[in-house]
């Protein structure tokens, strides 16, 4: 039996707008201390000591994973040049292998249908990542860009986990590495439309993406800054029109926009600006030829709360008079993008909570009706993806929903076909129809109805009485959490839990209101949404607090950590993923990575005492309770971690321990943000935190588990 570690305590003081906070823990921000590794390291292993029971029970959960995963498989190709581009996975290899095959012509736009056992005829492989990540623990691809003619791969890896990225160009023709190298990016590298240059971003001290420069293909001068932004609660990035006639460079905070633009044709020339930032209007640009004439489509907020798309021309945006409204501001729709080809605009918006798209044609007199594309289920998500070519006369789109495996269509815009390309390969015998999928409402205290969308196995869950029920949540940054199939989930819908999403204020579901009102100093109506929701399942005899458990991610594990602290009753487990647990003090130090940036989101507590007050009054780390019989905890988290550092999940495990609660911290050693990298890892990773689950549900059957 491995004892429970107890973090010793160092006590430092923290002062701001007179109120003195004691921080026992805070020591554990000191990574490199090895008194902090050693802490992480017992955690560990309290952890696996505390799970042994549940290891054969993890390697049947993995096992069911990877039986329904067609392991040697390839992706759709994406046709981009001369070239159909896609990327493969093999049986027993842990990463993506990237490949290309050459069209068979111009008019070619039909993809190639392609084994996954053979290569295509004319196959090149571009980057293997099993061969890249060798030596490796972590590897994450950061950019992946070919130049117009073909001929030069730039591609940007991670091996440490830290987001910290480095570019290289490769010779396509040779299959070798040019010399060129630079250290330290940040994802999104780009060939300009000639090829003679790549654009690409690094970040500051605070890990914010904050400067564009150009690279000369080839030249050992020194690479040139074409664009810093100072103001620090601004990210910047760097593309290029799929018309292939703009370089662009997006500016962007929580509540504020911007975009340059450049002639392609003049890559060395000065970017011009748009719209010049106004504070709390946000826009995105999208470069469109219309009856003839260069346009750009502008999507912004300025007096429209969920947005509208508007046309203008290319050559004088801020124009007055040649201005058009194309799709006007609705209460009921949230309008989140366009995309312009040679012959129609793509829309993407959102309505009754679901992502949708509809198609807009271009004729000689401009742009035609609305259409929106239509689907069956009554929960799904649907949106266009991997269209690169301006010219293209096919719309490529996914389509997903909580019952229905990810399917990959082409889309004729021509005469409204439908083409299934590819839908994902369960295997084991997997039928939709042995699951259900349902859309619930919970009433909040003040009255708002909160969507619950629900998917369980038919014969798994009794029409009557209570069932097991993991609530998932996220609320926040307008993230939606939308219908989407998952294999892994199916290990615990077969066991007879129900799967809830809790789609709570903060997130984006409902539009932009539903997002204003669940950030700031609303933020309380995220976690109180979660609470009415779990109420309500449980109100509704769907399931009681005994049979609950509780997970969410990142600003998600925010949340959990909140709702652990107001109900601890309400959940027999809680499950939270990189959590951002210790807010209040991660918000109060501009000089962590991305700590100003995040005071739109929010607030400044650092200048703002009515700020600091709220926020301080629904920090899990500060309010944990004395007294209280909380749930059973797991917390996961990374070492390298740059977004939600690992030192919030430690300080928050030490605190628990304090007052007796139930915790386990797990801590993978070697990774970042989104965890262990390597598709069998990941599995590994989330065959652990499902057993965990099965276990505090009661549902753990030691015969099968062994």
């Known amino acids: 039996m491995v004892p429970a570690p107890r973090a010793p305590r160092k006590p430092v003081t923290r002062s701001h707008h007179g109120h003195d906070f004691v921080d026992d ?80 012509g111009p008019d070619d736009w039909t993809p190639p249908q392609l084994s996954a056992d053979e290569p295509a005829d004319g196959e090149q492989i571009l980057l293997d990542g099993n061969v890249e990540a060798e030596g490796h623990d972590f590897f994450s691809i950061g950019s992946f860009d070919v130049s117009p003619d073909g001929r030069l791969l730039a591609y940007a890896v991670d091996t440490e986990g830290d987001e910290r990225y480095t570019l290289r160009l490769r010779d396509l023709d040779t299959g070798e590495n040019l010399p060129d190298e630079v250290t330290e990016t940040a994802p999104g590298a780009v060939f300009d439309a000639t090829g003679h240059y790549v654009f690409y971003p690094t970040v500051d001290e605070s890990w914010r993406p904050d400067t564009i420069w150009r690279h000369e293909v080839g030249s050992s001068a020194d690479d040139v800054v074409v664009f810093t932004e100072t103001d620090d609660r601004y990210w910047i990035g760097v593309g290029l029109t799929r018309s292939r006639q703009y370089l662009v460079i997006d500016i962007g905070s929580k509540i504020t926009s911007e975009t340059w633009l450049l002639d392609a044709t003049d890559p060395t020339g000065e970017f011009r600006v748009v719209w010049p930032r106004r504070e709390g209007v946000e826009y995105e640009v999208e470069h469109a030829i ?45 309008l989140e993008s366009v995309d312009a080809f040679a012959g129609h605009l793509v829309v993407g918006y959102r309505r009754e909570a679901l992502p949708r798209f509809a198609i807009v044609p271009l004729g000689r007199d401009g742009y035609g009706a609305v259409t929106e594309v239509e689907f069956d289920e009554p929960l799904f998500a649907a949106g266009a993806s991997g269209n690169p070519e301006f010219a293209q006369p096919t719309v490529r789109f996914g389509y997903t929903s909580f019952v229905t495996p990810s399917a990959v269509y082409d889309l004729d815009v021509r005469n409204g076909e439908r083409r299934l390309l590819k839908r994902q390969n369960v295997l084991g015998g997997y039928d939709p129809a042995d699951y259900e999928q349902s859309r619930e409402w919970a009433t909040a205290a003040d009255g708002t109805l909160i969507p619950i969308s629900l998917v369980w196995r038919r014969d798994a869950v009794p029409t009557t009485g209570p069932a097991p029920v993991h609530l998932y949540g996220y609320g926040s940054y307008e993230h939606s959490i939308d219908p989407g199939f998952s294999v892994a989930r199916l290990s615990l819908l077969d066991r007879g839990v129900v799967f809830a999403v809790a789609h709570v204020r903060g997130g984006g579901e409902l539009g932009r209101r539903w997002y204003e009102q669940g950030k700031t100093l609303t933020k309380r109506n995220t976690f109180t949404d979660f609470v009415d929701v779990a109420s309500h399942l449980i109100d509704e005899g769907r399931t009681t607090p005994e049979l609950m458990v509780a997970e969410g991610g990142s600003a998600g594990g925010l949340l959990m950590g909140a709702v652990a602290n107001l109900a601890p009753e309400k959940f027999a487990g809680i499950v939270a993923a990189v959590p951002f647990v210790d807010a209040l003090t991660s918000i109060l130090d501009p000089s962590l990575p991305l700590t100003v940036i995040e005071w739109d989101e929010w607030g400044d507590p650092l200048h703002d005492a009515e700020v600091y007050e709220y926020m301080r009054g629904y920090s899990p780390y500060e309010n944990v309770r004395e007294g209280v019989q909380y749930p059973r905890i797991l917390a996961v988290t990374s070492l390298n971690d740059t977004r939600v550092l690992y030192v919030e999940p430690a300080k928050w495990t030490a605190r628990l321990r304090d007052v007796g609660a139930p915790v386990l911290l797990k801590t993978e050693m070697s990774a970042g943000h989104g965890g262990v990298s390597g598709r069998y890892e990941s599995w590994r990773e989330r065959a652990f935190e499902i057993a965990w689950i099965v276990d505090v549900l009661g549902l753990a059957d030691p015969a099968r588990a062994s």
């Open 25 to 104: 823990y805070e020591w554990l921000r000191e990574k490199t201390n090895p008194e902090v590794t050693a802490y992480l390291e017992a955690e560990n292993a309290h952890t696996e000591a505390e799970t042994a029971h549940l290891d054969g029970l993890r390697g049947t959960v993995f096992d069911e994973i990877k039986s329904r995963v067609q392991e040697t498989d390839l992706g759709v190709p994406v046709r981009e040049g001369a070239y159909w581009y896609y990327s493969r996975t093999a049986e027993g290899k842990q990463y993506g292998i990237h490949c290309r095959a050459p069209i068979s």
């Open 290 to 334: 219309v009856a003839g004439s260069d346009r750009l489509l502008i999507i912004h907020n300025d007096g429209a709360e969920n947005f509208e798309l508007v046309d203008v021309p290319a050559d004088d945006p801020r124009s007055s008079t040649d201005r058009q409204t194309i799709i006007a501001h609705r209460d009921d729709v949230r």
